[in-house]
């Protein structure tokens, strides 16, 4: 079995992939009034004794005034790299956060719901949760009623690795 290692990518970094296994991190980009989900999930997995990539779509040098556009080639990269690194992952977690609609969220959750490797968190106060639960339980996923932390998320995620791996009581 490979000792703990976790490689983290940011968007829109390519490196070569060391870990065996991988997780894309979709969802709420919505700043929040605790901690960062991505960050707290990516803890929670860390001393997993696997090799494990984590795509994070965030990117350090985002600006918000970028046209969403086809020929504005940084937004164009952006998309690319989140449509590509949530093919290669073995694993797509979506968090849908309270006081957001995130339109790019429904959308990655509509291209992953079909392969069944989604794990879903959902706000009870998320706007749109009712067509999260429809499509989760259409396709058979797991969805999880997130409120105050991530906690319940974290250990799904860990779990799943656990699975992926054939790993148990770690």
């Not at 968007?11 to 991190?25: E, N, V, Y």
């Not at 040098?61 to 164009?76: A, H, M, N, T, V």
């Not at 509509?110 to 706000?123: E, N, Q, T, W």
Request: proline share 5%.
């Amino acid at each position: 079995m490979s000792t703990n290692s976790l490689q983290l990518i940011q968007a829109p970094h390519r490196p070569d992939i060391t870990g065996q296994k991988s997780i894309f991190l979709a969802g709420t980009t919505t700043p929040t009034n605790g901690p960062d989900w991505r960050e707290t999930l990516t803890k929670a997995i860390s001393d997993l004794p696997v090799a494990l990539t984590v795509f994070d779509p965030t990117r350090s040098d985002w600006d918000s005034s970028w046209k969403e556009d086809i020929l504005f080639p940084k937004f164009k990269e952006q998309v690319d790299w989140e449509l590509d690194m949530q093919e290669k992952a073995d694993l797509v977690v979506i968090y849908f956060g309270p006081n957001t609609k995130a339109p790019i969220s429904l959308l990655e959750l509509g291209l992953v719901a079909r392969s069944g490797k989604a794990i879903i968190g959902c706000h009870g106060q998320y706007e749109k949760r009712g067509n999260v639960q429809v499509v989760a339980q259409r396709f058979g996923l797991e969805l999880l009623e997130i409120e105050d932390d991530y906690d319940i998320l974290a250990t799904a995620v860990r779990r799943r690795v656990e699975n992926l791996f054939g790993i148990f009581g770690s």
